[in-house]
């Protein structure tokens, strides 16, 4: 069998291809644009992606990291938030009549978890979790040194528990979920709520965007918070405080070695993480009566998905 195999990570404004050898590296990429309108348009584009590649390289298989709901048998992209037309989409049956290799269909947050196990941050653990902190807030668990996907297949969704009983409308329709407190959307709006209680403080940071709070970014709010900006830097505690009490509830729940920080947000480094390992410390169920995880940064970057779903199609 060929050590080669494709990943191919399908997101919201692109699929990326990539041949990746049993070592994570990758060795050649091809990138689409994805199609508007989704659905079958979307199918064939990740198909012609895993084509192009694999008439250069000899691959054993094709992965696909895609967000959503997969269905416990790996077969069907349940539901998508981001993508059009594309739910009850019987996706791996689909890919292997065109592509005329065997497909692997995983999560996104679960492959990238697993790039970071066997490649990144977690190398060398066997108990890990990762959290992706993006526009929304998506997780992946690696226990005894295997993914757990849960008996309906959705298993890891940790931005949406439910942390604050009638609080802030979530997209998947609850009220209150993790992601509404502890990711980029809930940065910018911890960031809001700061400048409205102290807009003669905000003028620097609302200067790094176009003047008003509509137009600032998270990009804006890091930046801010490197240069010591108080708002900025509440808008990280505030974040910071949310997430290191998700995080000491997973503790008691999953015991991991180690929890890897990954997504856009971790742009920010320590300024996120240091105060992010103190709430954990402070919120921590019997506290200091047993072993902390350690909280890290994750090393594979955007590239984490793609890696993790190769290697999890070699398998």
């Known amino acids: 069998m060929s050590a080669l195999t494709i990943g191919v990570d399908v997101g919201g404004t692109k699929v990326l291809g990539g041949v990746v050898d049993s070592s994570g590296k990758i060795i050649e990429q091809s990138r689409r644009d994805t199609p508007i309108q989704g659905g079958a348009d979307l199918t064939q584009v990740i198909a012609d992606v895993a084509i192009e590649l694999s008439k250069k390289h000899k691959v054993a298989a094709v992965g696909v990291s895609a967000a959503g709901f997969i269905s416990a048998d790996r077969k069907t992209l349940l539901a998508t938030s981001n993508i059009a037309n594309w739910n009850n989409v ?80 979530c997209g998947c329709g609850a009220r209150g979920c993790f992601e509404q407190y502890a990711s980029g959307n809930a940065l910018l709006r911890h960031a809001r709520e700061a400048i409205s209680a102290s807009p003669d403080l905000a003028k620097n940071l609302l200067s790094l965007g176009d003047g008003t709070i509509a137009g600032l970014t998270g990009h804006h709010i890091t930046k801010a918070a490197e240069k010591g900006d108080p708002v900025a830097l509440a808008a990280f505690n505030t974040t910071a405080q949310w997430l290191g009490a998700g995080i000491a509830t997973l503790s008691v729940l999953l015991d991991p070695a180690c929890v890897i920080i990954g997504g856009g947000v971790i742009e920010a480094g320590e300024i996120l993480l240091e105060p992010t390992r103190e709430y954990m410390d402070r919120y921590m169920p019997f506290n200091g009566k047993h072993p902390y995880p350690r909280i890290i940064a994750a090393t594979l970057g955007n590239d984490a998905g793609l890696v993790g779903v190769a290697d999890l199609a070699r398998n």
């Open 90 to 169: 019987p996706l791996v049956s689909q890919l292997e009549t065109k592509i005329g290799a065997r497909v692997v269909l995983e999560n996104d947050a679960n492959c990238a978890a697993w790039g970071e196990f066997k490649f990144g941050a977690g190398k060398g653990e066997e108990n890990l979790a990762l959290l992706t902190i993006g526009t929304g807030l998506g997780g992946g668990f690696v226990i005894n040194g295997k993914l757990i996907t849960g008996a309906f297949g959705i298993a890891a969704e940790i931005g949406h528990m439910r942390v604050v009983p009638e609080g802030h409308l």
